[in-house]
């Protein structure tokens, strides 16, 4: 089980000595990483995170989600950024794996939608997963106000304290402070796991076996994806090799990467891989800017632009081999559309050429593009897709001599907001 990773319309983009000459620098990005280099090496907790998890933790989780689905008919789950995506691409990749309905606030500032979430929630029995480091993060914590209001009207003090989770530092912060003042469950994110990397803690994991799903097999996938991404040959390493592309055609005034995904179940994972890829390398003026589309429907709008457009674009398809629901194309008698031609086949065999001749269209009109395979979508190839695009952005920032562990531009507009709200 492992990433297919296929490179071949790179050509006459990509040639022998770019190859050449990035593979030093593809092994100094690799000994930083490994040997805990640099400015960052207090951020690299994710990087061995995999095989370090124990999987009595895992059996601790799997018990406590059956305890929570017994007296629960929903998750709320409160958090923004790697505290929210990485959640939300999971459930909507894992379409068959949910026991109980996943809500989702604390992630904008819209009360519109938050009203809409909590009138669905009115009727349920309901626990909620507040997630944030700090505990003082505007968006959830603004919404954990207004979802603890809600749950004290129908549930008691200690009835509470069965039905919050909060999952934040391990010692300090707002958060921590109030789940210790109230008895609220918790369980840490580490120091050393930055948001967008933290998919595979406490921070991803609690809610996603609450909600059902197999962490056992999501955390394995993450293990095999730790053990073949470690091997510093970039022949064998597709994740390197993902690395070194997107540096490449970077150099080569290629300043956009589109994700071109051709199943909707996967837009929120195309959602968490534009915060990986924009908040690790989009510093000091450089980076990719990251973009992801969802085929064939957008081939009908911006596949115009991606096919005669401004040529400072390359693109990555994301690509499932087997789907879980096989729909057969019926024949008809009169074939008044013509495509009696597909009649008995697969729908996805239709999506599988239409993914093939976009490729081909987009490379031949000046849109270099490379392929990311996976077997099927289960949570063991998720898992290992997860730290497949990690280790690929913590490459990929090595390359450019940037630190892809903070974010100081994020805090810009945070600063300013706050000093209109008159918080100190």
Not at 212 to 227: L, W
Request: net charge neutral; hydrophobic share 40%.
């Amino acid at each position: 089980m492992s990433i297919t990773f296929n490179r071949d319309n790179l050509k006459g983009f990509i040639v022998k000595k770019d190859w050449d000459k990035i593979v030093p620098e593809l092994k100094k990005a690799h000994q930083a990483l490994e040997k805990k280099k640099g400015l960052f090496k207090k951020s690299l907790g994710w990087l061995h995170l995999p095989s370090q998890i124990p999987d009595s933790f895992l059996e601790e989780l799997q018990k406590l989600a059956r305890e929570i689905q017994d007296h629960s008919e929903a998750l709320l789950t409160i958090g923004i950024g790697g505290s929210y995506l990485g959640i939300r691409a999971a459930m909507d990749f894992l379409t068959d794996d949910h026991k109980l309905p996943v809500y989702y606030t604390g992630h904008h500032l819209s009360s519109d939608d938050l009203y809409r979430v909590l009138e669905n929630l009115k009727e349920k029995r309901v626990t909620v997963t507040v997630i944030s480091k700090s505990g003082t993060t505007t968006e959830p914590v603004l919404a954990f106000r207004v979802v603890k209001q809600f749950l004290k009207e129908r549930y008691s003090q200690q009835q509470l304290k069965g039905r919050i989770i909060c999952i934040t530092d391990q010692k300090r912060g707002a958060l921590r402070q109030i789940a210790e003042k109230e008895g609220y469950r918790t369980f840490p994110i580490p120091d050393d796991v930055g948001g967008r990397f933290s998919v595979l803690t406490s921070a991803g994991l609690v809610p996603l076996a609450i909600a059902g799903v197999d962490i056992q097999g999501f955390i394995e996938g993450a293990r095999k994806a730790e053990s073949e991404y470690t091997v510093m040959d970039v022949d064998q390493n597709s994740a390197y090799q993902y690395a070194a592309s997107r540096y490449l055609l970077y150099k080569k005034k290629k300043g956009i990467e589109v994700l071109s995904i051709f199943y909707p179940n996967l837009f929120y994972l195309g959602e968490w891989w534009k915060q990986l890829f924009a908040e690790s390398e989009g510093k000091d003026g450089q980076g990719v800017f990251p973009s992801s589309l969802v085929f064939t429907t957008d081939l009908h709008s911006l596949g115009q632009f991606l096919q005669q457009g401004t040529r400072n674009i390359f693109e990555t398809f994301l690509l499932i081999d087997k789907l879980q629901r096989p729909i057969t194309i019926p024949r008809q008698e009169e074939d008044f559309d013509g495509f009696n031609c597909v009649a008995d086949k697969d729908l996805d065999f239709v999506n599988k050429k239409a993914y093939e001749a976009t490729a081909m269209a987009h490379f031949e009109g000046g849109v270099p593009n490379m392929t990311i395979q996976l077997c099927q979508a289960d949570a063991l190839h998720l898992g290992h897709l997860f730290y497949f695009f990690e280790k690929a952005v913590a490459v990929s920032g090595c390359l450019l001599g940037i630190n892809p562990f903070d974010q100081p531009g994020v805090e810009a507009y945070k600063k300013k907001m706050l000093r209109l709200l008159g918080k100190s």
